[in-house]
């Protein structure tokens, strides 16, 4: 907005409410304030503001949209026209809806008429580093100017010109410059620009608006003379910078094209430089009679992975496609990449970059699976369901039968494998158990031992048949091994013909007579240390009763131990000399006793005790 001048009423400040109160009127756009109709027409065909009209204005003042008879009225929220009655129905007029936006265009033409001076817009174009502007913002005043003057098939709201320099000037109140009139005014080349009133605040005084519409209203360029060649310059420049963008981007996707190429042709090198069939899955393929499933397609692009294409063909064969459900090239893919067989760093680029790989010449690894899995849909190994790849029935039901004959083999290989190292371990065994002879004559006597035969069959060879013989063979050497250690069985089992071995079951048996006498001597020892334990103890107890009798009985302790004692069946002494229970019974008697003779003593009487 234009600073305005002081003193300036704005009818916005008098009801805060009023930018509440706006409609679809069309009114409305011109006050901002909500007043349907600010102003009017006065007798000599100005326009003038309502508030002027209170202040003092001289009537009578028409509706510069219908004609009609207005009047000021102060009202009890804004001041504002108010239309006159009609005489015909004594109505105001319903049907004026143009009064105030006629009023303000009729004003802004006026103003530019008769002022013949406004500011004009920066001559510019583009945005941001590629923006040019030829002209700043300036004031401008003609010589001439013109409302509603037809020029060629146009009539712009007002004409502006200085000799031959003509400027077209449109007013935007409630309708912007149409496109056809765009049109012919480029066509024609004519100088326009269009001032934009419709956002505005329209309840300033007269003055205060003429200064807003003349060199503050926003206002742009219709056309231009000097538009078209800022905005060739511009094109030209963005077309530069698009050529020398596609060429930077040229030289960086060949860059990076030759880059994928010489890590492919590494990759490729090390990939085929493998040998497939130290693999078991090739190895598997070779025995069962379908290699042409894997030699009989060249694959594309093998440096996408790094193993030999051999290997990848038959995972894909043994393994992957063995899912009733099926599984799409895509996922067959994704299978190979989780198995660790695919060179993920150059798969990805190919994936991630697909212009790069396409100039490099690399087909996608969905591509190559999605080749090879039609070649084996052709050799009739697979089939394709809706883009979901199986085995064929039958090709599924070799590879089942030659599992089957595999695990039965492996089995076989586990179990001999089982009995070569239980074997080893025997002779191990033994041979830690004769550590007192030379290492080397034993080594050799022993591998001389493995190779030659006894019961029709070498050891070697009966413990690769297995059977009942490896079982005798296997008790065998557990017996004398037993036998070294422990001595057991006596006598000595058969040492089938094996070096050193009777000498050692010799002493092992020699061994274990010895422990038996030693076990016998010992017992007879500990025996003999208990029983004098015993006598020492009885003796002792013997001792403690005696003890007690001569101080509880004094001279007669010797009677009393002698005495024999009925309920016990044994004299006092004998009995501290059986265990330290009959001990107590002991000592209970003589504790009876010592009660006894009190009792004699206070009766005078005497009785045995």
Not at 18 to 27: F, I, L, M, Q
Not at 311 to 316: A, G
Not at 425 to 435: D, F, Q, V, Y
Not at 476 to 492: F, N, Q, T, V, Y
Request: with cysteine; charged share 30%; aromatic share 6%.
């Amino acid at each position: 907005m234009p600073r305005l001048p002081a003193g300036t009423v704005l009818l916005s400040r008098l009801n805060p409410m009023a930018r509440r109160n706006r409609t679809t009127d069309p009114h409305t756009p011109f006050a901002a304030d909500g007043v349907r109709l600010a102003f009017g027409r006065d007798a000599s065909d100005d326009i003038v503001h309502v508030l002027r009209v209170l202040e003092g204005g001289v009537g009578p003042y028409t509706c510069p949209g219908c004609g009609g008879g207005v009047f000021a009225r102060a009202g009890s929220r804004r001041p504002h026209f108010a239309h006159a009655v009609a005489p015909s129905d004594g109505k105001q007029n319903p049907a004026c809806a143009s009064g105030q936006m006629t009023a303000l265009h009729q004003f802004a033409q006026r103003l530019l008429v008769e002022g013949r001076t406004l500011t004009l817009p920066v001559v510019a174009a583009g945005d941001g580093e590629e923006r040019i502007q030829r002209f700043a913002k300036h004031s401008r005043t003609f010589e001439h100017a013109a409302s509603e003057q037809p020029v060629d098939s146009i009539r712009p709201d007002v004409v502006m010109w200085t000799g031959a320099n003509v400027l077209h000037v449109e007013v935007y109140v409630t309708h912007a410059c149409p496109p056809e009139k765009i049109e012919a005014v480029r066509a024609a080349g004519h100088a326009m620009l269009e001032i934009d009133l419709s956002k505005g605040e329209r309840d300033v005084t007269q003055p205060g608006l003429g200064d807003w519409i003349l060199h503050e209203a926003p206002r742009h360029w219709i056309y231009n003379r000097h538009l078209p060649e800022i905005e060739a310059v511009i094109a030209d420049k963005r077309e530069a910078d698009r050529r020398e963008k596609a060429a930077e981007e040229e030289r960086l996707l060949t860059k990076a094209a030759d880059e994928l190429k010489a890590a492919y042709r590494r990759s490729e090198r090390a990939a085929l430089s493998h040998d497939p069939y130290l693999h078991p899955t090739v190895s598997r393929a070779e025995e069962g009679g379908w290699m042409h499933l894997i030699d009989g397609f060249d694959a594309l692009a093998p440096g996408l992975f790094h193993v030999h294409p051999a290997r990848w063909k038959s995972e894909i064969l043994t393994s992957i496609l063995r899912v009733h459900r099926g599984k799409s090239a895509e996922e067959v893919a994704d299978a190979l990449s989780s198995e660790k067989l695919v060179d993920r760093k150059l798969s990805d680029r190919t994936l991630d970059d697909y212009e790069v790989g396409k100039r490099a010449g690399l087909p996608m690894l969905a591509e190559v699976v999605e080749d090879y899995l039609k070649f084996l849909e052709r050799s009739g190994a697979a089939h394709d369901s809706c883009d979901h790849w199986t085995l064929d029935a039958s090709f599924h039901r070799l590879l089942e039968q030659q599992g089957a004959r595999e695990a039965t083999r492996a089995s076989e290989l586990r179990a001999r494998d089982r009995r070569f190292v239980s074997l080893v371990e025997s002779l191990e065994a033994i041979r830690l158990e004769l550590l007192d002879h030379d290492a080397e004559a034993f080594e050799a006597g022993y591998l001389a031992w493995l190779e030659s035969p006894f019961r029709g069959s070498a050891p070697v060879a009966i413990a690769e048949a297995g059977g009942p013989a490896w079982d005798e063979l296997k008790r065998d050497l557990s017996a004398i091994l037993k036998c070294i250690r422990e001595g057991l069985p006596d006598p000595a089992p058969p040492n089938l013909g094996m070096p050193y071995v009777d000498e050692a079951m010799e002493k092992g048996i020699a061994r274990r007579l010895q422990r038996v006498a030693d076990e016998q001597d010992r017992v007879r020892r500990q025996e003999e240390q208990k029983a004098q334990g015993l006598a020492r103890q009885a003796e002792q107890r013997v001792a403690d009763i005696r003890k007690e009798a001569v101080d509880s009985l004094g001279s007669e302790a010797e009677k009393w131990l002698a005495t024999y004692l009925v309920a016990r069946r044994a004299t006092p002494e004998e009995l501290a000399r059986r265990s330290e229970r009959t001990l107590e019974h002991a000592r209970q008697a003589l504790r009876d006793a010592v009660a006894l003779r009190k009792d004699m003593n206070r009766s005078g009487t005497k009785r045995g005790w």
